[in-house]
């Protein structure tokens, strides 16, 4: 596992669609994004930071959004489809893997902010190619095998009044 140390660079992936279902799920709250943050990037060298989130249009979503970019965060938006039957779907997976992907080269830390077990691959890969992962998500909703496959994981239960508003 690579050390870690304050002239790392850091690229900090929000799955924010995860973060918000299992936060309000478990504890019917919202996540402190200008705290995580602060932990993801851990006195390192932020290169990039980004919150992937879905537009369903929600009456406060624009403002939310707009608080992600004051915060620091660069914000990529899918508009959420709904089909014939009624049933509705967005999903960022593949692009966080590919910027996850890109921005690899520009990286010594890929800090994955989700508990999606969907992305342990992006990890196996990440490490393969020399990058440090770490994972914050939420212990009891976050899978075991992104917990493996990364070179840490971060339980923001362990500490919900720092990272959950």
């Known amino acids: 596992m690579p050390p ?8 900090v992936i929000a799955d924010s669609q995860n973060l918000y279902h299992t936060a309000h799920s478990l504890y019917s709250r919202n996540i402190d994004y200008t705290e995580l943050l602060d932990a993801a990037v851990d006195d390192r060298e932020l290169v990039r930071a980004i919150a992937y989130v879905i537009r369903a249009d929600s009456p406060s979503e624009e403002e939310f959004f707009d608080a992600l970019l004051d915060i620091g965060f660069e914000t990529k938006i899918k508009d959420i489809k709904t089909f014939a ?15 996850s992907v890109t921005l690899a080269p520009k990286v010594d830390v890929v800090v994955l902010c989700s508990g999606d077990g969907d992305f342990a ?11 440090r992962t770490e994972v914050f998500g939420f212990g009891s909703s976050t899978a075991e095998e992104l917990r493996e496959a990364a070179d840490s994981f971060v339980d923001m239960s362990e ?7």
């Open 85 to 99: 039957d009624g049933s509705k779907k967005a999903n960022w997976d593949l692009g966080m893997c590919l910027d």
């Open 159 to 165: 500490d919900e009044e720092r990272f959950l508003l």
């Open 4 to 11: 870690i140390h304050d002239s790392q660079r850091v690229a």
């Open 121 to 131: 691959r992006l990890c196996t890969h990440l490490r393969h190619e020399g990058v």
